[in-house]
């Protein structure tokens, strides 16, 4: 049985093109171990296949990059993380940094970056992409201001279920994704209403997609 030595890695990303092009990049110095496309299945097989590094976008359906970092940090605090994404706002990569990513990388950078993201991430150490880095870290450093990010004001089990209602789910379907019942989905849903001060399911949709909860 020969066994690989090459760092393990677990992909998401919801683009097959962009997917494929990582998978060649990728195979030439790590272990791709598999290509998921939504955020669901990428806890699911970080669950089963305990990855060395798991390299995700932000913008994935049935749960975001962000959100899905925060449950395989849940399930395995020790788990190393590499966000890929198109997304060159400060305001995401201090949230990525802040629910526990090494890497941050943006999707035009130079292939070069990914693989010294990742190989940052094996030994512990954080890489952001220079572009953004500066800006970053001055706001890592300003006053907190968690407070006022408004997707903070909301539980994870909310913004699943935002993230699920706002790809066009019924509650019902909602319900079945999550092993919940619909009421509970409803419940949620007006209690979000309630604390962002919104009135219908619209401003709840135009809210999710505004602050990166849900891809366009």
Known sequence: MTHSCRPRVLLADDHRLVAEGLRSLLSQDFDLVEVVEDGRALVAAAKRLHPDVVVADIAMPMLNGIDALLQLKRDNPAVKVVILTMHQEVAY?????????????????????????????LAGKTYLTPALAGEVLRALQSEPRRAEEPTARLTPRQREILQLLAEGRSAKETANTLGISPRTVEFHKYQMMETLGLHNSAELVHFAIKHGIVGI
Do not use: D, Q, T
Request: proline share 3%; aromatic share 4%; net charge positive.
């Open 93 to 121: 990569a201090r949230r990525a940094l802040e629910a526990g990513a090494l890497g941050y990388v943006l999707k035009h950078s130079a292939p070069a970056e990914l693989v010294m993201a990742i190989r940052a991430a």
